[in-house]
């Protein structure tokens, strides 16, 4: 007889133990600890916060997010409080029933290394590494689409830091492998895939793009599909943790997404079109799935369809 777990949705990532494995994808709810409680206690095993960079920045003026056909078009331009201000909202949080990742950006390696440093400080228990915003001249994707510039971004990070660090990358290259590659044997514990696919939106009645910065990232339903093959192709060529996201919306996209190889999922713009309470959704049914199928626990399906 299998030993059956007392939470069969229990879970690990890199070292945090997940009571479920779903996460607050980042950027998706502000930057308050207040609306980071919200979601904790509407029952994601894990919040992401918006990124978080070395200064203010205001981000761009309006339109920002456009709702399309399957999901949401944004360019919001990175807006939050710096390092410094958002601290206060880190220790704020100091009591969260489930783990608190701090979502980091910077404009150089030692940019990122000290807002990690000072996310950590505060008490982040892990950081991850916007490599992939599509929209932010300088920093994201601009340097998560170069390998060498990944690589010296992880390293300093984790030359600083002592709690996991995760990378987040974009699918807006040809080769998701390599970059991937590049940060693990810089140190990240754990891959975040994906980020939003570059796409834009034009109104025909003014024959202008719809958002302020013309060109956005896209998410929901519609990148689904590519953030799975992400994750099969990272599962299939890495040892290490992967955190699925894109277009999770049902507890069908999260089992996807861990046959494909993911040991959890982010939830963004679905949290954001039905509201919180899609983690009890997708959590409940994941555990009668497991329960269906005769699963003890949620680990046992992680890259099952890469079998034979
Ligand atoms: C309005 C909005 C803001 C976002 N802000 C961030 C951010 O600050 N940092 C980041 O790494 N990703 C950000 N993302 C990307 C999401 O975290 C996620 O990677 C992406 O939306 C795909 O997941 P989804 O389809 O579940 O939304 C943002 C997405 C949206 C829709």
Known sequence: MRSQPSN???????????RNPTMLASGIL???????????QSGA??????SVGPKPREGYPNPTVVEVGCGLLNAVGLP???????????????DLEVPLIVSVYGFSPEEYAEVA???????????????????????????????????????RVKGVV???????LTPNVSDIVGLAEAAVEAGADALTAINTLRA?????????????????????????????????????????PIIGCGGVTSWRDAVEFMLAGASA????????????????????????????????????????????
Do not use: W
């Open 200 to 240: 834009m939106a034009i109104d025909v009645e003014t024959a202008r793009p719809i958002l302020s910065n013309r060109i956005g990232g896209l998410s929901g339903p519609a990148i689904k599909p590519v953030a799975v093959r992400c994750v099969y192709e990272l599962h299939r060529e890495l040892d290490v």
């Open 265 to 308: 999922v982010q939830v963004g713009t679905a949290v954001a079109l039905k509201g919180l309470n899609i983690f009890r959704l997708i959590t409940e049914g994941v555990k009668s799935y497991l329960e269906r199928k005769g699963y003890g626990s949620v680990r046992e399906i992680v890259g099952l369809s890469h079998r034979g």
């Open 117 to 155: 440093e000072a996310a950590v400080e505060a008490g982040a228990d892990a950081v991850e590494l916007n490599l992939s915003c599509p929209h932010v001249k300088g920093a994201g994707a601009d340097v998560g689409s170069r390998p060498e510039l990944v690589s010296e971004i992880v390293e």
């Open 162 to 168: 002592d709690k996991p660090v995760f990378a987040k």
């Open 30 to 40: 502000g930057t308050t600890s207040d609306i980071l409680r919200r979601a904790a």
């Open 80 to 94: 939050n409080p710096g390092i410094q201000a958002f601290a206060e909202e880190i220790r704020d949080l100091g």
């Open 8 to 18: 069969p949705l229990e879970t690990e990532v890199a070292g945090l133990r997940l």
């Open 45 to 50: 095993g894990a919040v992401v916060t918006k």
